[in-house]
């Protein structure tokens, strides 16, 4: 969990996704890094250290689940899992060049992503999925995770039945140049391909999905805190002073979520559930909704919390990542991550492509349609000198 105090801890048994990839015939390697508490797109912690990604080790291989996607770019193993409340299966898949699937909330079972001691009655959001560095890779572990005892029946799609809604940007925030022109190039080869592809305005208000997941994720937080972390003044300096360094204007909706009382918390669901059925009308329109995972590629090691740089202007930390994740992440919605190309300096960039509730199969078969249009293969990071060893990558 990236926590020092959970270092030496062994569960007794497995989570069921793995005693699911066991029964298959899985061979498990280990446990990759992640983040102090899986909370950062960056992924270090105090007893692992860093993760490194394997395109430029000067550079973050994305978080949570950045020591997976690390080992996946790395040629290290073929199959990761990971976990996203807010973008950790998605922005190191983006980052490293990866194929990830945040599968639709509640699909699969979270059993073994959160501490042992952390209250079991909250868990909204949150979901487990597999990555890899293929679509078919993806889909394998799909088929084996949902648990079903038969194969799904055949999942088909062809360009030409493809209804894509596209939107370039979400909630004002903008995409670097490489970013821009990726998308550009993908679009245009989906659509010579014979897919349907429109700009679309998104299907719900960013900023509200927004503020939603902050205050839902801000009082499960807060309810799997220590006692006397849940109290002022502890829990007044924690919120406003400690999240409000790292995360700066995420910090907002988090801190307003923390103070909720339980009425709060559950106006809160009915708004996510609204939010959820706003994205389901508009995806009885269109097949796919596709969206930028993050404004920029990989950035370089630095401390959480620090600015970064959109196009040479310096922005808040969680500015890239947070309207396209986060408020992505509230519906609860399916949504796969290819990575379609690379930025001038070779670096991977990802798209997001969304489906409605349910039909994650489907969407795995549009993956892999789209996959093929573009000829993705599944790219192992070049070896930029000797190849790095496990610890200093994941």
Not at 46 to 75: E, I, K, Q, V, Y
Not at 83 to 96: E, K, L, M, N, T
Not at 186 to 196: E, F, N, R, S
Request: aromatic share 8%; glycine share 10%.
């Amino acid at each position: 969990y990236g926590l020092p105090h959970y270092a030496d801890f062994v569960p007794d048994t497995d989570a069921p996704l793995i005693a699911r990839l066991r029964r298959a015939g899985a061979v498990i390697l280990g446990k990759t890094n992640l983040p102090t508490a899986a909370y950062d797109w960056q992924c270090q912690n105090p007893t692992f250290g860093r993760a490194n990604n394997p395109w430029d080790r000067a550079r973050t291989p994305g978080g949570s689940s950045g020591g997976t996607a690390a080992a996946l770019a790395a040629g290290l193993s073929p199959l990761g899992l990971g976990a996203d409340v807010g973008g950790s299966i998605r922005i190191p898949s983006h980052f490293c060049g990866v194929t990830g699937l945040r599968p639709t909330e509640g699909a699969l079972p979270i059993d073994g992503i959160t501490p042992p001691d952390r209250p079991r009655t909250v868990g909204h959001i949150a979901v487990a999925g597999p990555m890899a560095r293929t679509v078919e890779d993806v889909q394998l572990a799909w088929d084996v995770l949902r648990g079903a005892t038969s194969p799904p029946p055949p999942s088909r799609s062809t360009p030409d039945h493809l209804r894509i809604a596209v939107t370039p940007e979400l909630g004002g925030v903008p995409v670097d140049t490489d970013t821009q022109d990726v998308l550009r190039r993908t679009l245009d080869a989906w659509a010579d391909a014979g897919c349907i592809v429109e700009r679309r305005d998104p299907p719900v208000h960013m900023e509200e999905a927004l503020d939603t997941w902050g205050h839902i994720q801000g009082f499960e937080l807060s309810a799997g805190m220590p006692g006397p972390l849940r109290y002022a003044p502890f829990k007044h300096v924690l919120w406003h002073g400690f999240v409000r360094s790292q995360y700066g204007f995420l910090a907002g909706p988090l801190a307003r979520g923390a103070q909720l009382r339980p009425r709060g918390y559950f106006q809160a669901l009915d708004r996510k559930e609204e939010l959820s059925r706003s994205v389901d009308a508009f995806f009885s329109e269109w097949d796919l909704w596709v969206t930028p995972v993050a404004s920029v590629p990989a950035f370089e090691h630095c401390a959480t919390g620090a600015d970064l740089s959109i196009e040479g202007v310096s922005v808040p930390y969680a500015l890239p990542f947070a309207i396209y994740n986060c408020a992505t992440a509230v519906t609860g919605h399916p949504i796969l991550t290819l990575p379609v190309g690379r930025a001038d300096n070779g670096l991977p960039i990802g798209l997001q492509v969304h489906a409605r509730r349910g039909r994650d199969a489907a969407l795995l078969a549009a993956g892999r349609t789209l996959s093929t249009v573009l000829g993705l293969k599944g790219t192992v990071a070049p070896l930029r000198d000797t190849m790095p060893s496990w610890d200093k990558l994941c």
